[in-house]
């Protein structure tokens, strides 16, 4: 049933600037992974690799939340919010700049160490920006407020998307990757300029991004800001032994690791996918900026609903969107089969940060660790990435090797995004039939 839940003020007065600074942090790392996710594409590319090492980029990129995501609500237990997003700002940094050597060094197991401290970095912010949110006003209204925040997430992504585009892809040069390969054997050094060039292309943006944090790390320093709570104490298995009891929350962490998952899938394979029908990847990623415009506009518009439609019922519903659209980015043909990979991402607009706020609902003194564990679900970014990148390899490195009923590889790949997407309805389910979550 529709109705409204709850009149009350979703950003007090007194909070509001607090709020706004937070905010600004969203799109911070909506720009580093926007920026990255075409980078598996291109790495393959330059590197002369096959589609299942260079996917490790996202490995390597969500892996840094998964393993900084305890050690970071640690820190922000010990200390405060305000500390752990500048121990945040500060990895964050230094990982955009670790590009320089990277680059230097033209191989790739610097790039990936570099991706790795920049995320967790990212880990830090989003293990303290996140719920501190959520604690800027009335328990009803905690998760429209975290989706209005995370609605300004996708804005960074729209950059780095755009970035990607104009400032990378564009200018990177034209040969494909059996040109490249051919060249391997037969003209070395050419093959090497043109390896350092391109290198230089992706590292300059890591760089200017690296200073922008910088800028923001020193801006924080000297904001004020205020503190949730007073009490520092730390009962870590305590708290970990009552989040695991809470099947609301452990639910959570398993639908945020497969939407994780899902997105990353839908947002860095539509590079590939447009490949396979002959576009450039310059092409295909201005349907990937198409694709974070409906993100974004759903999201604001997913949060205006929620004020009407329970939580739970909308993830549910919105869930079910997702999963169909991805049958049509399967079975439909041509552009129909792309726009439709769009237009999945409309219906995942919502899905982290009401996940996220459903799980967390109750968790009182234990909501910086169970951020924690919803921060280390992004593992699903990790992980899956390499799992769709295999079906990709079957046949060879390219996207059209084989077909199973008239269906190539790049397509049949999308199996993955359907399960994961499949979980979050799921969750929205047990949220809205077995949780009881009505004030959600």
């Not at 518009?301 to 004020?307: G, Q, S």
């Amino acid at each position: 049933m529709i109705k409204n839940i709850s009149k009350s003020i979703v950003v007090p007065a007194a909070m509001l600037m607090p709020f706004i600074l937070i905010t600004v942090c969203f799109p911070l790392w909506g720009f580093a992974n926007d920026i990255t996710n075409p980078m598996v594409s291109s790495f393959k590319t330059i590197l002369i690799m096959p589609n299942w090492q260079s996917a490790l980029i996202q490995m390597a990129f969500y892996g840094g939340y998964f393993a900084m995501a305890f050690p970071a609500a640690l820190f922000i237990k010990k200390y405060t919010y305000k500390s752990g997003i500048l121990m945040g700002l500060g990895l964050y940094a230094t990982g955009a700049l670790l590009f320089i050597p990277a680059t230097l060094l033209s191989v790739f197991a610097p790039f990936i160490i570099a991706y790795f401290i920049l995320t967790c970095g990212l880990s830090f912010l989003e293990t303290s920006a996140n719920p501190y949110i959520l604690s800027m006003g009335p328990d009803e209204t905690a998760t429209r407020r975290l989706n209005l925040a995370q609605a300004f997430n996708p804005l960074g992504s729209l950059l780095g998307m755009f970035t990607a585009r104009k400032f990378i892809l564009a200018r990177l040069d034209t040969r494909t990757y059996d040109e490249r390969l051919m060249m391997a054997t037969s003209d070395v050094e050419k093959l090497e300029e043109i390896t350092r060039a391109d290198l230089t292309i992706i590292r300059n943006p890591y760089v200017a991004l690296g200073i922008v944090i910088l800028i923001f790390f020193i801006i924080t320093v000297f904001a004020r800001m205020p503190k949730s709570d007073d009490d520092h104490s730390i009962h870590f298995m305590e708290s970990i032994r009552r989040l695991l009891k809470r099947r609301r929350y452990t639910e959570g962490v398993i639908a945020q690791f497969f939407y994780v998952g899902a997105q990353i899938l839908c947002w860095t394979f539509i590079i590939q996918y447009g490949e396979s029908m002959g576009l450039t990847k310059a092409q295909a990623q201005d349907y990937n900026i198409v694709a974070m415009v409906f993100f974004v506009s759903s999201r604001f518009i997913a949060t205006a609903l929620m004020k009407y439609i329970r939580a739970g019922k909308l993830l549910m519903i919105f869930g079910i969107g997702a999963v169909t659209m991805t049958f049509g980015t399967i079975l439909l043909p041509g552009m129909i089969g792309l726009f439709s990979l769009v237009g999945v991402s409309a219906f995942m607009s919502l899905m982290f940060p009401t996940i996220y706020g459903i799980a967390l609902k109750g968790t009182g003194d234990d909501t910086k660790f169970g951020a924690a564990g919803l921060i280390m679900a992004i593992l699903g970014g990790s992980i899956l990435p390499p799992l769709q990148a295999l079906i990709l390899d079957i046949g060879g490195p390219g996207y059209t090797d084989i077909t199973l009923a008239g269906i190539n590889e790049v397509r049949l790949s999308f199996l993955i995004p359907i399960f994961c997407l499949a979980v979050v309805v799921w969750y929205g389910y047990r949220t809205e039939k077995v949780h009881d979550l009505k004030s959600v």
